[in-house]
Protein backbone atom coordinates (compact mmCIF):
# COMPACT_ATOMS: atom_id res chain seq x y z
CA UNK A 1 0.00 0.00 0.00
CA UNK A 2 1.03 3.92 -1.01
CA UNK A 3 1.70 5.77 2.00
CA UNK A 4 -1.40 7.91 2.28
CA UNK A 5 0.56 10.58 4.02
CA UNK A 6 3.42 10.96 1.51
CA UNK A 7 2.95 14.44 -0.51
CA UNK A 8 2.52 12.99 -3.50
CA UNK A 9 -0.15 9.99 -2.59
CA UNK A 10 -3.60 10.88 -4.31
CA UNK A 11 -6.37 8.76 -3.13
CA UNK A 12 -8.92 7.33 -5.33
CA UNK A 13 -12.35 6.31 -4.45
CA UNK A 14 -13.97 3.62 -7.00
CA UNK A 15 -17.74 4.88 -7.02
CA UNK A 16 -18.66 1.94 -9.59
CA UNK A 17 -20.61 0.14 -7.09
CA UNK A 18 -22.85 2.57 -6.37
CA UNK A 19 -22.90 5.75 -8.82
CA UNK A 20 -22.34 2.52 -11.92
CA UNK A 21 -24.05 -0.38 -10.81
CA UNK A 22 -27.47 1.84 -9.84
CA UNK A 23 -28.00 2.62 -13.93
CA UNK A 24 -26.88 -0.07 -15.84
CA UNK A 25 -30.43 -1.69 -16.44
CA UNK A 26 -29.92 -5.05 -15.10
CA UNK A 27 -28.87 -6.26 -11.75
CA UNK A 28 -25.44 -7.64 -11.00
CA UNK A 29 -26.13 -10.89 -8.74
CA UNK A 30 -24.61 -10.30 -5.07
CA UNK A 31 -21.76 -12.64 -5.06
CA UNK A 32 -20.46 -11.40 -8.46
CA UNK A 33 -20.42 -8.09 -7.08
CA UNK A 34 -18.62 -9.24 -3.46
CA UNK A 35 -16.04 -11.12 -6.28
CA UNK A 36 -15.51 -7.88 -7.87
CA UNK A 37 -15.58 -5.30 -5.24
CA UNK A 38 -12.91 -8.12 -3.34
CA UNK A 39 -10.35 -7.82 -6.56
CA UNK A 40 -10.99 -4.09 -6.63
CA UNK A 41 -9.41 -3.92 -2.91
CA UNK A 42 -6.78 -6.33 -3.44
CA UNK A 43 -5.74 -4.06 -6.63
CA UNK A 44 -4.94 -1.57 -3.87
CA UNK A 45 -7.89 0.65 -4.06
CA UNK A 46 -8.00 2.19 -0.81
CA UNK A 47 -11.84 3.14 -0.86
CA UNK A 48 -15.02 1.71 -2.05
CA UNK A 49 -18.54 3.47 -2.81
CA UNK A 50 -20.14 -0.22 -2.50
CA UNK A 51 -23.80 1.02 -2.55
CA UNK A 52 -26.62 2.51 -1.21
CA UNK A 53 -29.56 2.48 1.07
CA UNK A 54 -32.46 3.82 -0.18
CA UNK A 55 -35.75 2.00 -1.47
CA UNK A 56 -35.51 -0.81 -3.48
CA UNK A 57 -38.52 0.10 -5.35
CA UNK A 58 -36.81 2.76 -6.52
CA UNK A 59 -33.10 1.46 -6.92
CA UNK A 60 -33.50 -2.17 -7.27
CA UNK A 61 -30.11 -2.48 -7.99
CA UNK A 62 -29.24 -1.49 -4.99
CA UNK A 63 -31.92 -4.04 -2.41
CA UNK A 64 -27.86 -5.82 -1.36
CA UNK A 65 -26.59 -3.16 -0.56
CA UNK A 66 -26.68 -4.47 3.31
CA UNK A 67 -25.61 -7.57 2.47
CA UNK A 68 -22.83 -6.24 0.06
CA UNK A 69 -21.35 -3.74 3.17
CA UNK A 70 -21.67 -6.53 5.28
CA UNK A 71 -19.26 -9.17 3.52
CA UNK A 72 -16.89 -6.10 2.69
CA UNK A 73 -16.48 -5.01 5.81
CA UNK A 74 -15.21 -8.49 6.74
CA UNK A 75 -12.45 -8.02 4.14
CA UNK A 76 -11.27 -4.35 5.14
CA UNK A 77 -11.40 -2.52 8.47
CA UNK A 78 -11.07 1.26 6.51
CA UNK A 79 -12.89 2.45 3.07
CA UNK A 80 -15.81 0.76 2.65
CA UNK A 81 -18.63 3.41 2.42
CA UNK A 82 -22.39 3.66 1.24
CA UNK A 83 -24.24 5.88 -0.21
CA UNK A 84 -27.50 7.02 2.25
CA UNK A 85 -29.67 9.78 1.82
CA UNK A 86 -31.15 10.26 5.13
CA UNK A 87 -31.02 9.35 9.07
CA UNK A 88 -32.57 6.28 8.34
CA UNK A 89 -29.88 4.99 5.88
CA UNK A 90 -27.27 6.07 7.84
CA UNK A 91 -28.27 3.62 10.69
CA UNK A 92 -28.80 0.67 8.28
CA UNK A 93 -25.35 1.53 7.31
CA UNK A 94 -23.76 1.67 10.81
CA UNK A 95 -25.26 -1.71 11.18
CA UNK A 96 -24.07 -3.10 8.27
CA UNK A 97 -20.36 -2.23 8.99
CA UNK A 98 -19.95 0.73 7.01
CA UNK A 99 -16.62 2.84 7.50
CA UNK A 100 -18.27 5.81 6.12
CA UNK A 101 -21.21 6.99 4.55
CA UNK A 102 -21.71 9.69 1.56
CA UNK A 103 -25.13 12.24 2.10
CA UNK A 104 -25.95 13.46 -1.18
CA UNK A 105 -27.05 17.45 -0.53
CA UNK A 106 -27.85 18.97 -4.32
CA UNK A 107 -26.56 22.72 -4.61
CA UNK A 108 -29.29 23.41 -6.92
CA UNK A 109 -32.61 23.50 -5.09
CA UNK A 110 -34.46 22.51 -8.44
CA UNK A 111 -32.29 19.32 -8.27
CA UNK A 112 -32.45 18.71 -4.71
CA UNK A 113 -36.09 18.88 -4.66
CA UNK A 114 -36.47 16.59 -7.79
CA UNK A 115 -33.73 14.23 -5.97
CA UNK A 116 -34.33 13.93 -2.07
CA UNK A 117 -37.78 16.19 -2.35
CA UNK A 118 -35.97 18.05 0.36
CA UNK A 119 -34.29 21.88 -0.66
CA UNK A 120 -30.98 22.10 -0.02
CA UNK A 121 -31.22 23.61 3.41
CA UNK A 122 -33.49 20.52 4.51
CA UNK A 123 -31.23 18.20 3.73
CA UNK A 124 -28.13 19.78 5.41
CA UNK A 125 -30.30 19.63 8.48
CA UNK A 126 -30.92 15.87 7.83
CA UNK A 127 -26.88 15.74 7.64
CA UNK A 128 -27.03 17.41 11.14
CA UNK A 129 -29.32 14.87 12.24
CA UNK A 130 -26.94 11.89 10.31
CA UNK A 131 -23.59 13.52 12.60
CA UNK A 132 -25.42 14.13 15.93
CA UNK A 133 -26.57 10.22 15.72
CA UNK A 134 -23.23 8.58 14.41
CA UNK A 135 -21.31 10.60 16.67
CA UNK A 136 -23.36 9.36 19.57
CA UNK A 137 -22.96 5.23 18.33
CA UNK A 138 -19.91 3.60 20.13
CA UNK A 139 -18.12 2.84 16.71
CA UNK A 140 -16.72 5.67 14.62
CA UNK A 141 -18.08 6.30 10.99
CA UNK A 142 -17.13 9.16 8.35
CA UNK A 143 -19.58 10.87 7.05
CA UNK A 144 -19.04 12.84 4.25
CA UNK A 145 -21.07 14.92 1.93
CA UNK A 146 -21.18 15.28 -1.64
CA UNK A 147 -22.47 18.22 -3.18
CA UNK A 148 -24.43 17.25 -5.97
CA UNK A 149 -24.26 20.26 -9.19
CA UNK A 150 -21.67 21.96 -7.39
CA UNK A 151 -20.30 22.96 -11.05
CA UNK A 152 -23.99 23.82 -12.90
CA UNK A 153 -26.78 21.76 -13.30
CA UNK A 154 -29.06 20.59 -16.04
CA UNK A 155 -32.08 22.00 -14.51
CA UNK A 156 -30.93 25.29 -13.19
CA UNK A 157 -28.06 25.85 -15.64
CA UNK A 158 -24.97 27.59 -13.23
CA UNK A 159 -25.10 27.61 -10.38
CA UNK A 160 -23.49 30.62 -8.59
CA UNK A 161 -20.02 30.09 -6.57
CA UNK A 162 -21.75 32.21 -3.70
CA UNK A 163 -24.36 29.35 -3.51
CA UNK A 164 -21.91 26.37 -3.21
CA UNK A 165 -19.46 28.14 -0.45
CA UNK A 166 -22.68 28.84 1.54
CA UNK A 167 -23.66 25.05 0.82
CA UNK A 168 -20.19 23.88 2.01
CA UNK A 169 -20.01 26.53 4.65
CA UNK A 170 -23.26 25.29 6.61
CA UNK A 171 -22.35 21.45 6.03
CA UNK A 172 -19.18 22.14 7.41
CA UNK A 173 -20.54 23.69 10.59
CA UNK A 174 -23.18 20.46 10.56
CA UNK A 175 -20.37 18.43 11.14
CA UNK A 176 -19.59 16.55 7.82
CA UNK A 177 -16.30 15.01 8.16
CA UNK A 178 -15.41 15.68 4.66
CA UNK A 179 -17.29 17.71 1.80
CA UNK A 180 -16.99 16.50 -1.80
CA UNK A 181 -18.05 18.81 -4.53
CA UNK A 182 -19.83 16.92 -7.67
CA UNK A 183 -19.96 17.83 -11.34
CA UNK A 184 -23.38 15.61 -11.75
CA UNK A 185 -23.36 16.75 -15.17
CA UNK A 186 -20.29 17.75 -16.44
CA UNK A 187 -20.42 20.98 -16.99
CA UNK A 188 -17.30 21.67 -15.04
CA UNK A 189 -14.23 23.31 -16.42
CA UNK A 190 -10.76 23.35 -15.46
CA UNK A 191 -11.04 27.07 -14.94
CA UNK A 192 -13.79 26.45 -12.86
CA UNK A 193 -12.74 24.05 -10.86
CA UNK A 194 -9.70 25.79 -9.52
CA UNK A 195 -11.91 29.16 -8.94
CA UNK A 196 -14.60 26.72 -7.32
CA UNK A 197 -12.22 24.55 -5.26
CA UNK A 198 -9.92 27.94 -3.76
CA UNK A 199 -13.41 29.74 -2.68
CA UNK A 200 -14.74 26.78 -1.07
CA UNK A 201 -10.92 26.39 0.38
CA UNK A 202 -10.98 29.65 1.50
CA UNK A 203 -14.28 29.04 3.53
CA UNK A 204 -13.75 25.67 4.84
CA UNK A 205 -10.35 24.72 4.20
CA UNK A 206 -9.21 20.87 4.07
CA UNK A 207 -12.70 19.72 5.12
CA UNK A 208 -13.22 20.29 1.16
CA UNK A 209 -11.18 16.88 0.57
CA UNK A 210 -12.66 15.47 -2.88
CA UNK A 211 -14.02 15.79 -6.15
CA UNK A 212 -16.44 13.86 -8.00
CA UNK A 213 -16.24 14.28 -11.26
CA UNK A 214 -17.88 13.79 -14.74
CA UNK A 215 -16.81 13.30 -18.15
CA UNK A 216 -20.16 13.92 -20.05
CA UNK A 217 -18.32 16.58 -21.87
CA UNK A 218 -14.48 14.78 -22.01
CA UNK A 219 -13.10 17.04 -19.60
CA UNK A 220 -13.24 14.78 -16.95
CA UNK A 221 -9.10 14.06 -16.24
CA UNK A 222 -8.65 17.53 -17.21
CA UNK A 223 -10.88 18.89 -14.47
CA UNK A 224 -9.15 16.02 -12.25
CA UNK A 225 -5.82 18.11 -12.88
CA UNK A 226 -7.44 21.46 -12.17
CA UNK A 227 -8.67 19.58 -8.75
CA UNK A 228 -4.70 18.71 -8.85
CA UNK A 229 -3.69 21.99 -9.15
CA UNK A 230 -6.09 23.70 -6.36
CA UNK A 231 -4.57 21.08 -4.01
CA UNK A 232 -7.12 18.44 -4.51
CA UNK A 233 -5.50 14.87 -3.21
CA UNK A 234 -9.02 12.67 -3.64
CA UNK A 235 -11.42 12.07 -6.36
CA UNK A 236 -13.75 9.70 -7.04
CA UNK A 237 -14.02 7.39 -10.41
CA UNK A 238 -15.90 4.58 -11.69
CA UNK A 239 -14.31 1.61 -13.43
CA UNK A 240 -14.89 1.00 -16.86
CA UNK A 241 -16.68 4.82 -16.72
CA UNK A 242 -19.83 2.72 -15.89
CA UNK A 243 -22.46 4.84 -14.89
CA UNK A 244 -23.94 7.00 -17.45
CA UNK A 245 -25.71 10.75 -17.82
CA UNK A 246 -29.06 10.15 -17.16
CA UNK A 247 -30.47 13.28 -19.03
CA UNK A 248 -28.04 12.55 -21.88
CA UNK A 249 -28.34 8.84 -23.17
CA UNK A 250 -25.68 6.99 -24.53
CA UNK A 251 -23.02 10.03 -23.34
CA UNK A 252 -20.11 9.31 -20.76
CA UNK A 253 -20.91 9.76 -17.58
CA UNK A 254 -18.56 8.94 -14.41
CA UNK A 255 -14.60 9.65 -14.91
CA UNK A 256 -13.07 5.95 -15.55
CA UNK A 257 -11.04 4.59 -12.95
CA UNK A 258 -8.17 3.19 -14.97
CA UNK A 259 -7.46 5.62 -17.10
CA UNK A 260 -7.61 8.29 -13.56
CA UNK A 261 -5.05 5.60 -12.01
CA UNK A 262 -3.10 5.71 -15.23
CA UNK A 263 -2.44 9.16 -15.43
CA UNK A 264 -2.08 9.73 -11.67
CA UNK A 265 0.95 6.81 -11.72
CA UNK A 266 2.41 7.93 -15.13
CA UNK A 267 2.73 11.99 -13.24
CA UNK A 268 4.36 10.62 -10.18
CA UNK A 269 2.06 10.98 -8.43
CA UNK A 270 1.17 7.47 -6.13
CA UNK A 271 -2.31 5.73 -5.56
CA UNK A 272 -1.09 2.44 -4.14
CA UNK A 273 -3.25 1.17 -7.10
CA UNK A 274 -1.55 -1.97 -9.31
CA UNK A 275 -3.07 -0.76 -13.00
CA UNK A 276 -2.65 -4.08 -14.21
CA UNK A 277 -4.35 -5.87 -11.18
CA UNK A 278 -7.17 -3.26 -11.61
CA UNK A 279 -7.67 -4.52 -15.08
CA UNK A 280 -8.08 -7.78 -13.83
CA UNK A 281 -11.27 -6.42 -11.97
CA UNK A 282 -12.73 -5.00 -14.74
CA UNK A 283 -12.86 -8.22 -16.40
CA UNK A 284 -14.88 -9.62 -13.25
CA UNK A 285 -17.21 -6.20 -14.00
CA UNK A 286 -17.76 -7.61 -17.66
CA UNK A 287 -18.67 -10.81 -16.47
CA UNK A 288 -20.80 -9.50 -13.91
CA UNK A 289 -22.95 -7.58 -16.41
CA UNK A 290 -22.27 -9.52 -19.51
CA UNK A 291 -23.16 -6.87 -22.57
CA UNK A 292 -23.13 -3.71 -20.51
CA UNK A 293 -20.89 -1.30 -22.22
CA UNK A 294 -17.75 -0.67 -20.72
CA UNK A 295 -15.58 2.74 -21.36
CA UNK A 296 -12.29 3.35 -21.06
CA UNK A 297 -8.91 4.21 -23.17
CA UNK A 298 -6.33 2.06 -21.62
CA UNK A 299 -8.67 -0.83 -22.13
CA UNK A 300 -8.68 0.27 -25.78
CA UNK A 301 -4.94 1.08 -26.13
CA UNK A 302 -3.76 -1.07 -23.38
CA UNK A 303 -1.22 0.13 -21.08
CA UNK A 304 1.89 1.38 -22.74
CA UNK A 305 5.08 0.30 -22.53
CA UNK A 306 6.65 3.77 -20.78
CA UNK A 307 3.95 3.41 -18.50
CA UNK A 308 6.85 0.76 -16.43
CA UNK A 309 10.04 1.96 -18.03
CA UNK A 310 9.14 5.43 -15.88
CA UNK A 311 8.22 3.36 -12.81
CA UNK A 312 11.16 1.17 -13.02
CA UNK B 1 -12.51 36.61 -35.53
CA UNK B 2 -11.42 36.60 -32.18
CA UNK B 3 -8.25 39.03 -31.58
CA UNK B 4 -5.33 37.06 -32.17
CA UNK B 5 -3.09 39.00 -30.23
CA UNK B 6 -5.46 39.30 -26.99
CA UNK B 7 -4.02 37.81 -24.12
CA UNK B 8 -6.58 34.75 -23.65
CA UNK B 9 -6.63 33.76 -27.09
CA UNK B 10 -5.82 30.16 -28.25
CA UNK B 11 -5.13 29.16 -32.22
CA UNK B 12 -6.75 25.59 -32.87
CA UNK B 13 -5.33 24.17 -36.24
CA UNK B 14 -7.56 21.81 -37.40
CA UNK B 15 -5.65 18.64 -38.74
CA UNK B 16 -7.80 15.93 -39.47
CA UNK B 17 -8.55 16.86 -43.36
CA UNK B 18 -4.51 15.40 -43.15
CA UNK B 19 -3.75 13.37 -39.83
CA UNK B 20 -7.46 12.12 -39.97
CA UNK B 21 -8.37 11.52 -43.49
CA UNK B 22 -5.27 9.55 -44.59
CA UNK B 23 -6.37 6.84 -41.77
CA UNK B 24 -9.84 6.52 -43.09
CA UNK B 25 -10.58 3.03 -44.76
CA UNK B 26 -12.55 5.17 -47.44
CA UNK B 27 -11.30 8.10 -49.73
CA UNK B 28 -13.32 11.46 -49.18
CA UNK B 29 -14.05 12.87 -52.99
CA UNK B 30 -12.62 15.86 -53.38
CA UNK B 31 -15.47 18.34 -53.52
CA UNK B 32 -16.88 16.64 -50.62
CA UNK B 33 -13.90 17.86 -48.62
CA UNK B 34 -13.40 20.79 -50.50
CA UNK B 35 -17.02 22.02 -49.04
CA UNK B 36 -16.23 20.48 -45.86
CA UNK B 37 -12.89 22.71 -45.24
CA UNK B 38 -15.08 25.87 -46.38
CA UNK B 39 -17.33 25.29 -43.64
CA UNK B 40 -14.02 24.93 -40.86
CA UNK B 41 -13.41 28.42 -42.43
CA UNK B 42 -16.65 29.35 -41.70
CA UNK B 43 -17.26 28.28 -38.34
CA UNK B 44 -13.88 30.68 -37.83
CA UNK B 45 -11.01 28.20 -37.29
CA UNK B 46 -8.03 30.11 -38.13
CA UNK B 47 -5.57 27.42 -39.54
CA UNK B 48 -6.26 24.35 -41.47
CA UNK B 49 -3.95 21.15 -42.20
CA UNK B 50 -5.82 20.95 -45.83
CA UNK B 51 -3.35 17.90 -47.00
CA UNK B 52 0.00 16.32 -47.55
CA UNK B 53 2.17 16.27 -50.38
CA UNK B 54 3.40 12.21 -50.44
CA UNK B 55 3.32 9.60 -53.20
CA UNK B 56 -0.48 8.87 -53.42
CA UNK B 57 0.46 4.87 -53.87
CA UNK B 58 1.45 5.13 -50.24
CA UNK B 59 -1.62 7.18 -49.07
CA UNK B 60 -4.34 7.23 -51.77
CA UNK B 61 -6.96 9.53 -49.39
CA UNK B 62 -4.56 12.42 -50.27
CA UNK B 63 -3.48 12.40 -53.71
CA UNK B 64 -6.08 15.45 -54.29
CA UNK B 65 -4.06 17.39 -51.81
CA UNK B 66 -2.58 19.81 -54.86
CA UNK B 67 -6.45 20.45 -56.07
CA UNK B 68 -7.34 21.10 -52.18
CA UNK B 69 -4.83 23.41 -51.30
CA UNK B 70 -5.60 25.44 -54.55
CA UNK B 71 -8.69 25.43 -53.70
CA UNK B 72 -8.32 26.65 -50.01
CA UNK B 73 -6.02 29.35 -50.85
CA UNK B 74 -8.38 31.08 -52.77
CA UNK B 75 -11.06 31.32 -50.07
CA UNK B 76 -8.46 32.35 -47.46
CA UNK B 77 -5.37 34.46 -47.35
CA UNK B 78 -4.24 32.72 -44.54
CA UNK B 79 -4.38 29.73 -42.28
CA UNK B 80 -4.05 26.86 -45.17
CA UNK B 81 -1.01 24.06 -44.40
CA UNK B 82 -0.02 20.61 -45.96
CA UNK B 83 2.19 18.11 -44.65
CA UNK B 84 5.14 18.17 -46.93
CA UNK B 85 7.99 15.36 -46.27
CA UNK B 86 10.75 16.94 -48.44
CA UNK B 87 12.16 19.81 -50.27
CA UNK B 88 10.11 18.37 -53.19
CA UNK B 89 6.81 18.38 -51.38
CA UNK B 90 7.62 22.18 -49.85
CA UNK B 91 7.82 23.05 -53.45
CA UNK B 92 4.44 21.02 -55.03
CA UNK B 93 2.41 23.19 -51.39
CA UNK B 94 4.23 26.13 -52.59
CA UNK B 95 2.78 25.86 -56.12
CA UNK B 96 -0.61 25.01 -54.74
CA UNK B 97 -0.36 28.27 -52.97
CA UNK B 98 -0.22 26.83 -49.52
CA UNK B 99 0.31 29.32 -46.69
CA UNK B 100 2.39 27.04 -44.85
CA UNK B 101 4.00 24.04 -44.57
CA UNK B 102 5.06 21.56 -41.84
CA UNK B 103 7.39 19.14 -41.80
CA UNK B 104 7.18 15.55 -39.71
CA UNK B 105 10.67 15.47 -37.76
CA UNK B 106 10.86 12.18 -35.64
CA UNK B 107 12.70 12.88 -32.39
CA UNK B 108 12.88 8.60 -31.79
CA UNK B 109 15.36 7.32 -34.38
CA UNK B 110 13.77 4.37 -35.40
CA UNK B 111 10.43 6.12 -35.36
CA UNK B 112 12.20 8.49 -38.20
CA UNK B 113 13.99 5.50 -40.21
CA UNK B 114 10.59 4.00 -40.62
CA UNK B 115 8.45 7.53 -41.04
CA UNK B 116 10.96 8.65 -43.66
CA UNK B 117 13.32 6.61 -44.17
CA UNK B 118 15.82 8.95 -42.96
CA UNK B 119 17.53 9.25 -39.34
CA UNK B 120 16.62 12.47 -37.16
CA UNK B 121 19.00 14.62 -38.22
CA UNK B 122 19.09 13.75 -41.99
CA UNK B 123 15.71 15.07 -41.72
CA UNK B 124 16.57 18.24 -39.45
CA UNK B 125 18.73 19.18 -42.39
CA UNK B 126 15.76 18.31 -45.16
CA UNK B 127 14.43 21.18 -42.83
CA UNK B 128 17.29 23.26 -43.89
CA UNK B 129 16.94 23.30 -47.74
CA UNK B 130 13.21 23.36 -47.28
CA UNK B 131 14.28 26.71 -45.22
CA UNK B 132 16.71 27.50 -47.73
CA UNK B 133 14.84 27.43 -51.04
CA UNK B 134 11.42 28.76 -49.45
CA UNK B 135 13.60 32.17 -47.76
CA UNK B 136 14.73 32.39 -51.85
CA UNK B 137 10.91 32.55 -53.06
CA UNK B 138 8.95 35.85 -54.09
CA UNK B 139 5.80 34.98 -51.66
CA UNK B 140 6.13 34.10 -48.02
CA UNK B 141 5.27 30.30 -46.78
CA UNK B 142 5.61 29.64 -43.14
CA UNK B 143 8.01 26.65 -42.22
CA UNK B 144 6.61 24.75 -39.27
CA UNK B 145 8.13 21.55 -38.09
CA UNK B 146 6.30 19.05 -36.35
CA UNK B 147 8.38 16.91 -33.97
CA UNK B 148 6.98 13.39 -33.78
CA UNK B 149 7.27 11.00 -30.87
CA UNK B 150 8.58 13.66 -28.25
CA UNK B 151 6.59 12.36 -25.65
CA UNK B 152 7.66 9.06 -26.17
CA UNK B 153 7.62 6.05 -28.75
CA UNK B 154 6.16 3.17 -29.76
CA UNK B 155 9.30 1.53 -30.97
CA UNK B 156 11.91 3.36 -28.02
CA UNK B 157 9.64 3.80 -25.49
CA UNK B 158 11.02 6.79 -23.03
CA UNK B 159 12.34 9.70 -25.22
CA UNK B 160 14.99 11.45 -22.90
CA UNK B 161 14.52 14.65 -22.43
CA UNK B 162 17.70 16.18 -23.53
CA UNK B 163 16.88 14.39 -26.97
CA UNK B 164 14.30 16.92 -27.88
CA UNK B 165 16.02 19.10 -26.58
CA UNK B 166 18.86 18.95 -28.74
CA UNK B 167 16.31 18.25 -31.77
CA UNK B 168 14.23 21.38 -31.54
CA UNK B 169 17.17 23.57 -31.00
CA UNK B 170 18.47 21.99 -34.03
CA UNK B 171 15.20 22.91 -35.79
CA UNK B 172 15.63 26.41 -34.13
CA UNK B 173 18.75 26.60 -35.78
CA UNK B 174 17.45 25.44 -39.32
CA UNK B 175 15.59 28.31 -39.44
CA UNK B 176 12.28 26.87 -38.64
CA UNK B 177 9.42 29.45 -38.14
CA UNK B 178 7.62 27.24 -35.71
CA UNK B 179 8.62 23.47 -33.78
CA UNK B 180 5.27 22.02 -33.12
CA UNK B 181 5.90 19.15 -30.35
CA UNK B 182 3.72 15.97 -31.44
CA UNK B 183 2.40 13.10 -28.97
CA UNK B 184 2.17 11.22 -31.86
CA UNK B 185 1.27 7.80 -29.98
CA UNK B 186 -0.81 9.54 -26.98
CA UNK B 187 2.22 8.50 -23.92
CA UNK B 188 2.10 11.95 -22.91
CA UNK B 189 1.20 13.20 -19.13
CA UNK B 190 0.40 16.12 -18.23
CA UNK B 191 3.62 16.31 -15.81
CA UNK B 192 5.95 15.81 -19.36
CA UNK B 193 4.27 17.69 -21.07
CA UNK B 194 4.93 20.62 -18.61
CA UNK B 195 8.52 19.34 -17.99
CA UNK B 196 9.28 19.27 -21.39
CA UNK B 197 7.76 22.21 -23.12
CA UNK B 198 9.32 24.60 -20.47
CA UNK B 199 13.12 22.74 -21.29
CA UNK B 200 12.48 23.30 -24.86
CA UNK B 201 11.24 26.67 -24.45
CA UNK B 202 14.21 27.39 -22.37
CA UNK B 203 16.22 26.83 -24.97
CA UNK B 204 13.87 28.40 -28.16
CA UNK B 205 11.78 30.40 -26.72
CA UNK B 206 8.20 30.82 -28.20
CA UNK B 207 10.02 28.87 -31.98
CA UNK B 208 8.30 25.93 -29.85
CA UNK B 209 4.51 27.58 -30.26
CA UNK B 210 1.81 24.75 -30.88
CA UNK B 211 1.64 21.24 -29.55
CA UNK B 212 0.06 18.07 -31.50
CA UNK B 213 -1.53 16.13 -28.82
CA UNK B 214 -3.36 12.44 -29.13
CA UNK B 215 -6.08 11.11 -26.63
CA UNK B 216 -5.04 7.91 -26.90
CA UNK B 217 -4.99 7.29 -23.31
CA UNK B 218 -8.20 10.11 -22.77
CA UNK B 219 -5.26 12.23 -21.63
CA UNK B 220 -5.04 14.65 -24.86
CA UNK B 221 -7.69 17.51 -22.82
CA UNK B 222 -5.75 16.74 -19.78
CA UNK B 223 -2.66 17.29 -21.76
CA UNK B 224 -3.73 20.55 -23.15
CA UNK B 225 -4.18 22.12 -20.08
CA UNK B 226 -0.89 21.39 -18.77
CA UNK B 227 0.43 23.26 -22.14
CA UNK B 228 -1.89 26.20 -21.46
CA UNK B 229 -0.07 26.22 -17.83
CA UNK B 230 3.15 26.03 -19.76
CA UNK B 231 2.33 28.91 -21.99
CA UNK B 232 1.49 27.21 -25.28
CA UNK B 233 -1.42 29.08 -26.95
CA UNK B 234 -1.98 26.67 -30.31
CA UNK B 235 -3.32 23.34 -30.53
CA UNK B 236 -4.09 20.78 -33.29
CA UNK B 237 -6.66 19.02 -33.03
CA UNK B 238 -9.44 16.87 -35.40
CA UNK B 239 -13.02 17.09 -35.91
CA UNK B 240 -14.62 13.94 -34.57
CA UNK B 241 -11.37 12.83 -33.37
CA UNK B 242 -10.82 11.42 -37.06
CA UNK B 243 -7.36 9.28 -37.27
CA UNK B 244 -6.89 6.71 -34.90
CA UNK B 245 -3.84 5.05 -33.73
CA UNK B 246 -2.02 3.02 -35.84
CA UNK B 247 -0.68 0.61 -33.29
CA UNK B 248 -4.06 0.37 -31.44
CA UNK B 249 -6.90 -0.68 -34.08
CA UNK B 250 -9.88 0.95 -32.16
CA UNK B 251 -7.75 3.26 -29.60
CA UNK B 252 -8.54 7.11 -30.08
CA UNK B 253 -6.40 9.22 -31.94
CA UNK B 254 -5.98 13.09 -32.33
CA UNK B 255 -7.87 14.88 -29.32
CA UNK B 256 -11.54 16.26 -30.66
CA UNK B 257 -11.90 19.49 -32.13
CA UNK B 258 -15.56 20.16 -31.00
CA UNK B 259 -14.58 19.16 -27.50
CA UNK B 260 -11.13 21.35 -26.98
CA UNK B 261 -13.12 24.18 -28.23
CA UNK B 262 -15.55 23.53 -25.74
CA UNK B 263 -13.01 23.45 -23.01
CA UNK B 264 -10.93 26.49 -24.10
CA UNK B 265 -14.28 28.66 -24.79
CA UNK B 266 -15.79 27.33 -21.39
CA UNK B 267 -12.30 28.58 -19.62
CA UNK B 268 -13.04 32.32 -20.67
CA UNK B 269 -10.60 31.71 -23.56
CA UNK B 270 -11.38 32.39 -26.98
CA UNK B 271 -11.02 30.87 -30.16
CA UNK B 272 -13.12 32.90 -32.62
CA UNK B 273 -14.31 29.45 -33.54
CA UNK B 274 -18.47 29.23 -33.46
CA UNK B 275 -18.72 25.58 -31.76
CA UNK B 276 -22.64 25.27 -32.99
CA UNK B 277 -21.05 26.14 -36.59
CA UNK B 278 -18.14 23.84 -36.19
CA UNK B 279 -20.94 20.86 -35.03
CA UNK B 280 -22.51 21.61 -39.10
CA UNK B 281 -18.97 20.94 -40.27
CA UNK B 282 -19.14 18.12 -38.81
CA UNK B 283 -22.44 16.97 -40.16
CA UNK B 284 -20.42 17.11 -43.86
CA UNK B 285 -17.64 15.38 -42.35
CA UNK B 286 -19.83 12.38 -41.53
CA UNK B 287 -21.99 12.45 -45.18
CA UNK B 288 -18.46 12.94 -47.28
CA UNK B 289 -17.10 9.99 -44.97
CA UNK B 290 -20.29 7.97 -44.61
CA UNK B 291 -19.75 4.73 -41.91
CA UNK B 292 -16.90 6.42 -40.42
CA UNK B 293 -16.81 6.26 -36.71
CA UNK B 294 -16.65 9.62 -34.85
CA UNK B 295 -15.85 10.35 -31.67
CA UNK B 296 -16.85 13.73 -29.35
CA UNK B 297 -18.32 14.04 -25.94
CA UNK B 298 -19.74 17.22 -26.65
CA UNK B 299 -21.43 15.38 -30.28
CA UNK B 300 -22.59 12.73 -27.77
CA UNK B 301 -24.16 14.92 -24.91
CA UNK B 302 -24.56 17.72 -26.39
CA UNK B 303 -23.35 21.88 -25.69
CA UNK B 304 -24.62 22.47 -22.18
CA UNK B 305 -26.68 25.23 -21.53
CA UNK B 306 -23.96 27.03 -19.52
CA UNK B 307 -22.30 27.43 -22.37
CA UNK B 308 -23.78 29.73 -23.81
CA UNK B 309 -25.42 31.24 -20.38
CA UNK B 310 -21.74 31.69 -19.33
CA UNK B 311 -20.54 33.62 -22.30
CA UNK B 312 -24.15 35.94 -22.60
Known sequence: MADDHAENYVKVCEV????????APSIMPTPAKIAWLKKILEAGVPEIEAGSFVPPRL???????????RAMSLCSDHGICALVPNL???QLAYDAGAHAVIVPV????????????????EQVAEVQS??????????????????????????????????VVAVASALARAGADQVVLADTVGYGNPAQIRAVVRAVRAEIGPVLGRLHLHDTMGLGLANVLAGLDAGI??????MG??????????????IVTEDLVFMLESMGLRTGIDLGALMQA???????????????????????????????
Chains 1, 2 share one sequence.
Not at 134 to 163: H, K, N, W, Y
Open 16 to 23: GPRDGLQM
Open 59 to 69: VPQMADTGDVI
Open 88 to 90: KGA
Open 106 to 121: SVSEKHSLSNTRKGTF
Open 130 to 163: IVQWVRAQPRAMRVDVGCATAFGCSMEGVIALDR
Open 233 to 238: REFDSS
Open 241 to 254: GLGGCPFAPGASGN
Open 282 to 312: RVLLQQGLPGEPLRGNIALAGIPRTYRERAA
